[in-house]
């Protein structure tokens, strides 16, 4: 599926970070990448405890938009379990009031989004269901676990399926958050370099933009078939 926007792809973006249910602590990959990554940002969709859709998605489309227009970059969104949820009504919000209008996302990492409709393990995960069943209209990477307790690889795997997006297998990482132990989560600045125009780098500690684009296929990619 092919993916347009008006403005420049080549202009490095704002990251927004997208949470998920209880917000994601200091030891979450999602905070160091806050920490360590340029214009990385977190959004406060609030009621984290608490979630509403539809008020978490409205946080959701007024971040991205101030974070755009303000800037007069593209977004990325790194969204983390719930928060995949919200990133996938975002988009079909958007897509039923606006159409097939250009939108300032230029792509989305979606980490371990929960399962909503079936064998669901916390009631508040209820709200967010159904799930949008429209292809994402973005390039979209959705990184499953192979032993997520709010996610069996089947249910992840058919989630990107529907939202025509890419799938990676993260391997045994758990809900793949700060219990995982995973640090600043190396193989995810990977998938992330996947989605933005000019890829970081991967030392540790602050990163920075690589001074051309460039393609690689790293060996931990091949199974997402690039």
């Given at each position: 599926?092919?993916?347009?926007h008006?403005?420049?792809?080549?202009?490095?973006?704002?990251?927004?970070?997208?949470?998920?249910?209880d917000?994601?602590?200091?030891?979450?990959?999602?905070?160091?990448?806050?920490?360590?990554?340029?214009d990385?940002?977190?959004?406060?969709?609030?009621?984290w405890?608490?979630?509403?859709?539809?008020?978490?998605?409205?946080?959701?489309?007024?971040?991205?938009?101030?974070a755009?227009?303000?800037?007069?970059?593209?977004?990325?969104?790194?969204?983390?379990?719930?928060?995949?949820?919200?990133?996938?009504?975002?988009?079909?919000?958007e897509?039923?009031?606006?159409?097939?209008?250009?939108?300032?996302?230029?792509?989305?990492?979606?980490?371990?989004?929960?399962?909503?409709?079936?064998?669901?393990?916390?009631?508040?995960?209820?709200?967010?269901?159904?799930?949008?069943?429209?292809?994402?209209?973005?390039?979209?990477?959705?990184?499953?676990?192979?032993?997520?307790?709010?996610?069996?690889?089947?249910?992840?795997?058919?989630?990107?399926?529907r939202?025509?997006?890419?799938?990676?297998?993260?391997?045994?990482?758990?809900?793949?958050?700060?219990?995982?132990?995973?640090?600043?989560?190396?193989f995810?600045?990977?998938?992330l370099?996947?989605l933005?125009?000019?890829?970081?780098?991967?030392?540790?500690?602050?990163?920075?933009?690589?001074?051309?684009?460039?393609?690689?296929?790293?060996?931990?990619?091949?199974?997402?078939?690039?």
């Amino acid at each position: 599926m092919a993916h347009e926007h008006a403005f420049s792809r080549t202009a490095d973006p704002i990251i927004l970070t997208v949470p998920g249910l209880d917000n994601s602590g200091p030891d979450h990959w999602q905070t160091i990448w806050e920490q360590t990554l340029p214009d990385c940002h977190r959004v406060d969709l609030g009621l984290w405890n608490d979630p509403h859709r539809n008020t978490w998605v409205n946080k959701l489309a007024l971040a991205i938009q101030r974070a755009h227009e303000g800037a007069g970059r593209p977004v990325v969104l790194v969204a983390h379990s719930l928060g995949c949820l919200a990133v996938a009504w975002w988009a079909e919000y958007e897509r039923l009031a606006n159409g097939p209008r250009q939108m300032p996302v230029i792509g989305a990492l979606l980490v371990a989004p929960p399962d909503v409709e079936d064998g669901v393990k916390d009631r508040r995960l209820t709200r967010f269901a159904p799930v949008p069943e429209t292809e994402l209209p973005f390039p979209t990477i959705v990184v499953g676990s192979r032993d997520d307790r709010y996610a069996t690889p089947g249910a992840t795997r058919r989630l990107a399926q529907r939202w025509g997006a890419r799938f990676a297998d993260a391997g045994a990482a758990g809900h793949i958050n700060a219990q995982s132990g995973l640090g600043e989560w190396a193989f995810g600045r990977l998938l992330l370099n996947r989605l933005l125009p000019r890829a970081l780098s991967l030392d540790d500690g602050q990163a920075t933009y690589v001074p051309a684009p460039r393609r690689f296929v790293d060996p931990a990619l091949r199974r997402l078939g690039a």
